[in-house]
């Protein structure tokens, strides 16, 4: 038994080490190296001012802008406190919710995902059709063709990876960013 | 199947004992051994307790819950009744077994001759002597005579046998009766510890105790009904929760139902059973186990002669000397076998007359003399009208033919060890000092052998014949039988090196044994069956005996092995597999009230909550009884791959557990529906 | 449900499929000390290791010996994780500046990382500094996929080996299963995870300028105005790997693996999914290699893809089917959209991934969650917790799975075997009282902690109920879900549930410790006593385990003991949910 408990213990520091400390040191040093942005959350800086990663959604709320999914992270999109709501799909509070929204968005048949909050809160995009539903409301508030808006949208879908794996999508952030820029 | 005694599945004596001993075995002490329906007796204790409490206090709703409590108790009597059916066909056939252990006689030779004394005071080592008409006092050896002996009432074979002193059979049992003759014998058991007695208390389950497999399946069954009992006991702080308490009743219906009730009911019955289908077949196994490894043998030892082969040879060619006519060496040879009773005399008496149309003479007309065989000549013969006609083994013609100054023909000598070759012993022919030729004496391998072998490979199990015969003859007999080893030139060591080498790789051996030499080989192997003729060395060392001494009874043991396992085995999964329309009955039934929707459960359609439990529980019980003659025949055996035979068993008992309680349980509610029962 | 769908599910089960083998022969020479071409990188590791350690690599355990080990050293683990916790406050790598962790937290998630479960009763990144996350959990994520993986192939050791006393060495499988299988498939797998967007690094969290501020009105009522996100970073792929290599499932951050951080593209989500799968489907051909019948190992191999299969196709099937309480929103699947239940879910992973996540998560016993399954439909949500209720046995955790399978196969050959007309032998091994008896404990342990905790948990509406998110039959879902996950060593959770208290903490970690060491236990024991049994050649009159038959057999063994013991209580959980969902009824 006691040898038992001096191998357990020495085993116990010696691989520590190894696979607490030296395991991802060693993993981090080589993502620096290689692969810098993405090992730093990608980053997005507008004049010289960090506004954002292009992996985590924010909040868009405004009529000028594409709207995000719903968030239950902290107050909304809070990237320190990541998390989904957990309401189960009979809890009145959730069903309350999702009327809501779907008042606000003022469309027939809003597409699931804008009025449904993502599972970690942070959800980066939204369904090219709850994009393409929100054409014409950004297109009115901002002066904007629809027909040109609704092309620059379409622009903006990413494909399923290799046509295969996952969902199209459209990225929030870099939409109203892109947006903002000027179409 | 030979001589198996058949009784009628419900013999109105037994049903009435068996009615009598369920209700003793209420008792808790009796019902503890079994975990399953003890479990079931004590919530029908329960429910009767709150049950009177109710009625006093005028809650409840009485006609349900009366009704769930009596079916519960006949649950727990009608598994009860199975084992105390099981038990009465084994009494019943001790006491029959007791009419020939009355007490009698018993002539004890002393220091001071002959004394008479009852057979009760007879102890081991005593010698007695016992003449025609007289009952045997005791178990024992013949050390001086031969006599035939009536053992019907043992055996129920009614054809006397003989027991002789020295060689393979000498012992006789108590209780059997001596028709001619007298023997002397010395008793090698003390009173009570007698075969009889032995026999009588295996057959009536007294000395009961449960084998490896049932103590294993019990464990899973008792482990089932814990995890059962846990999800019926948690099930009510769940309901709580959702705010549907359920009365004890239906909790312990519940209960009652999923815990596999059919096969603890029918466990100890079906292994009863088990040894009494044994006991029908004549053959006593000294304990379960053995039993149950005679469904796992691997390896089946076989003695060639009177196992594999009938026991004699038998004539089936005649090879003619040199300028000797076929029609002369057969008239010869059949001359020469008239008046030898043996079987190779008879069997040559008829292959002349098949062959060669020659018709069998009375000797009496013929003023023959015959020359019986003796150990120094080694040949036997006739002398008639002149003819001097001698049949012997080559060596023993071949100095007969010297003294005649004639010499063996070199084309006989040659014939002689052709037959030698093929596994035949030649019998060589000679008249008035002249060799006519060879009689073909073949090992006659019995009729449907090759068949029963080919269906123990089937069922896994290899044969192996041991022989004394030279390897030549042993491989012909071997390939001629099919068996799939052999081995030759045997001596009892080999037999057991044999038994060892296939023990240390895993396996099982069977084997049958009859005389002195098997003893120790009839002990080593795991399931050792000495024939009754037998020595009592022999029956003392194997595991069973077979009282019709038929070597071949082996295979009919192992399939008695296997189909009292396989019995367990297709309860348990039919039992099991019952719960899928249990559940459909009973949670829709318990919730549907607060939650009209879980109705969606209900889909055997089931009257009401009241009914759909009771048509569970009356449907639980009554499948005990139902299945009764199902455990005490044992489920049907074909010898096939344990892959068909499984595949098979999961189809009927499998499938069929989850289909039939659908129809049984929704006829039954149809039925008390009609009655107004809920 | 789309085409598109039902594709990734298919080449998901055919990536499965094709690292089966080579990586389970891998294994098996791995641990019969068979010559490898990493020996040159790690023999002289491993010998290092033993050196400074004081193992002797030749000395053989009894299953006895080998179980003390095991638990000495999942102590010695449990200690390390504990104190790290307490004192992260004094400790570097804490840029956040994060306090110690309270106790009973403390315990628990020690208790949840040595046990393999990784149950997070925490908010990560507000309560784990990196050092904690790194010293304190991503090691655990290596020790107990090590110990389990050492466990399943001494299980392997006890069916092959005949008349021995001993099963291995403890230290030498959890050296040889850590350097020559773990390491350099969570090196590999989180360089991978890197180039998809995982994040890797040990910098302070950012903090940016929201583009469009937010107001938004606080707990105490009053309107503030948000202008900033803070974006928790960390060196989070290297755990990642391990997280899912290992079959642990704890998160770097709360959101687990629908966070963009840790599972940023359908190809990460991909990858992940085929590495929780990788070694325990895997190790069925380690099975198979070991004892010599390559053909039983994918016997059992159908076994669990069967089980897992028809499960994907239950959750695809409720999830893409929507919630019937919603009004005025499109749930229909078109090109566009993937329609479906999308509470809880990400965008990018849709219905599909989200279910066959769900399912392979819970499959094994990994916990890691792409989408929240407390918002899944009640069918849905059915399916994760029937497939950790099943035993975790469906491919199952690193080892665990393998071992809690072959109990199961033990049971299931003991059926048979008595139907066939024999002692029941497994391999050439009789099955006898002995072996039952430890099988039915083991089998028994499980149904004792869930319904056991849940039970009494519901009557206490102070401790048990307060913690509820959702109410109904939901309520019951979350809290057998808390109590199932955590005796099945999974992890994830019905997360709406609160379960930091002290009584969760300690009930669950109760669960957790109980559910994985007194399984291991009986378990050693069964292998202990196969070891020493004689190996009976097998014959037609041997019941095969290589056929379609024996898969069947064993599928319904597991389904009939699952479903038996647990169906009074879901019927009262999701499948009521379910039907007044159909009702409309909400709570």
Known sequence: MKKHLITATLYTLVTAVLLGIVYPLAITAISQLVFRDKANGQLVTRKDELIGSKLIGQPFTGPTYFHSRPSAAGTGYDASASSGSNLAPTNKAFVDRVAASVAAEKVNNVPVDLVTASGSGLDPDISPAAALAQVSRVAAERHLDEAKLKRFVEAHIIDRQFGLLGEPRVNVLALNLALDAGI | MSHAKRRSMFDRKIVRRASVDALLKLSPKVMMKNPVMFVVEIGSVLTTVLLILNLTTRRGHFQ??????????????????????????????????????????????????????????????????VSAGQMIPGDGEVIEGIASVDESAITGESAPVIREAGGDRSAVTGGTRVLSDVITIRITSNPGETFLDRMIALVEGAERQKTPNEIALNILLAGLTIIFLLAVVTLQPFAIYSAAPQTVFVLVSLLVCLIPTTIGGLLSAIGIAGMDRLVQHNVLATSGRAVEAAGDVNTLLLDKTGTITIGNRQASEFVPAPGVKAEVLADAAQLSSLADETPEGRSIVVLAKEKYNLRGRELGQMHAEFVPFSATTRMSGIEVEGRSIRKGAVDAIARYLQEHSSQMPAEVREAVETIARSGGTPLVVAENGKALGVIHLKDVVKGGMRERFEQLRAMGIRTVMITGDNPLTAAAIAREAGVDDFLAEAKPKDKMDLIKREQAEGKLVAMTGDGTNDAPALAQADVGVAMNSGTQAAKEAGNMV??????????????????????????????????????????????AGFFPV????????????????????????????ALIPLALRGVSYRPMSAAALLQRNLLVYGLGGIIVPFAGIKLIDIVIVAMHLA | ???????????????????????????????????????????????????????????????????????????????????????????????????????????????????????????????????????????????????????????????????????????????????????????????????????????????????????????????????????AQGPVASQEAIKMLGTNGGGFFNANSAHPFENPTPLSNFLQM??????????????????GSPKHGWAVFAAMALLCFVAVLTCYWAEAHGNPLLHGVDQHVSALHSGGNMEGKEVRFGI????????????????????????????????????????????????????????????????????????????????????????????????????????????????????????????????????????????????????????????????????????????????????????????????????????????????????????????????????????????
């Open chain 2, 64 to 129: 349900f819950d009366l009704q769930i409590t009596l079916w519960l108790w006949f649950t727990v009597l009608f598994a009860n009744f199975a084992e105390a059916m099981a038990e009465g066909r084994g009494k019943a056939q001790a006491d029959a077994l007791r009419q020939a252990k009355s007490e009698t006689t018993a002539f004890r030779v002393g220091k001071n001759g002959i004394e008479q004394i009852a057979s009760s005071q007879l102890r081991s080592g005593d010698v007695v002597q």
């Open chain 2, 546 to 591: 077979d009282l019709d001494s038929n070597p071949t009874k082996l295979i009919e043991i192992v399939a008695i092995g296997k189909q009292l396992l396989m019995t367990r085995g297709a309860l348990t999964t039919f039992s099991i597999a019952n719960d899928v329309a249990k559940y459909f009955a009973i949670i829709p039934a318990m919730f």
């Open chain 2, 598 to 625: 879980l109705n969606a459960l209900n889909i055997m359609h089931l009257h009401n909550a009241e009914s759909a439990i009771l048509s569970a529980i009356i449907f639980n019980a009554v499948i005990i009884i």
């Open chain 3, 1 to 231: 449900m789309s085409l598109n769908g039902w594709l990734q599910i298919v080449v998901f089960f055919a990536a499965v499929l094709l690292f089966t083998k080579p990586l389970g022969v891998y294994m098996a020479r791995v641990f019969q000390k068979q010559r490898t071409r990493l020996d040159i990188i790690f023999g002289p590791c491993e010998r290092l290791l033993y050196r400074l350690t004081g193992v002797n690599p030749d000395e053989e355990m009894s299953w006895g010996v080998y179980a003390t080990a095991m638990l000495v050293f999942s102590a010695a683990t449990l200690v390390l994780t504990y104190l790290v916790e307490r004192l992260q406050h004094v400790l570097p790598l804490n840029p956040q500046h994060l306090p110690g962790v309270a106790s009973d937290l403390a315990l628990n998630t020690a208790i949840s990382f040595t046990t393999n479960t990784n149950w997070q009763s925490y908010v990560p990144e507000s309560t784990m500094s990196y050092l904690t996350q790194m010293l304190g959990l991503a090691t655990h994520n290596f020790w107990s996929a090590a110990v389990g993986l050492a466990l399943a192939i001494a299980f392997i050791r006890g069916i092959a080996r005949r008349e021995m006393k001993t099963l291995g060495n403890f230290w030498v499988d959890l050296t040889r299963g850590t350097l020559w299988v773990l390491l350099p498939l969570s090196a590999l797998f989180a360089m991978v995870l890197v180039s998809q967007g995982v994040v890797q690094n040990l910098k302070p969290y950012d903090t940016v300028k929201l583009v469009e501020p937010q107001a938004v009105t606080g707990t105490d009522g009053k309107q503030t105005t948000v202008t900033t996100q803070t974006i």
């Open chain 3, 274 to 291: 085929l590495a929780i799968f990788l070694i325990p489907a895997a190790l069925t051909a380690t099975l198979g290699q070991m004892v």
């Open chain 3, 352 to 587: 599909a991934n989200s279910a066959l996540f769900a399912t392979v998560t819970t499959d094994a016993s990994c916990g890691a969650v792409n989408s929240m399954h407390d918002s899944f439909t009640p069918l849905g949500g059915m399916v994760p917790m029937v497939n950790i209720l099943l035993g975790e046995v469906v491919f199952g955790g690193v080892g665990a799975g393998m071992y809690g399978m072959l109990v199961f196969v033990i049971v299931a050959v003991f059926i048979a075997g008595l139907m066939v007309g024999r002692t029941p032998e497994y391999l050439g091994k009789k099955i006898e009282a002995y072996d039952v008896q430890l099988s039915m404990l083991y089998v028994l342990i499980f149904p004792l902690l869930i319904l056991g905790f849940a039970a009494v948990t519901v009557l206490m509406p102070r401790l048990g109920l307060s913690g509820l998110a959702n109410h109904g039959p939901h309520g019951l879902s979350e809290i057998l879900y808390a109590y199932t996950s955590a005796t099945g060593n999974n992890g994830s959770a019905f997360a709406g549930l609160n379960a930091n208290t002290h009584w969760y903490n300690y009930t669950l970690g109760i669960a957790m410790f109980f559910g994985r060491f007194m399984m291991i236990i009986p378990m050693l024991a069964i292998a202990g006593n196969l070891a020493g049994k004689k190996i009976v050649p097998a014959s037609s009159g041997t019941f095969p385990v290589t056929t379609p038959l024996f898969t069947i057999l064993l599928t319904a063994v597991i389904v009939i003991v699952g479903a038996l013991t647990f169906f009074p209580a879901l019927s009262l959980s999701p499948i009521l949910e379910h039907l007044l969902l159909g009702a409309g009824q909400t709570f």
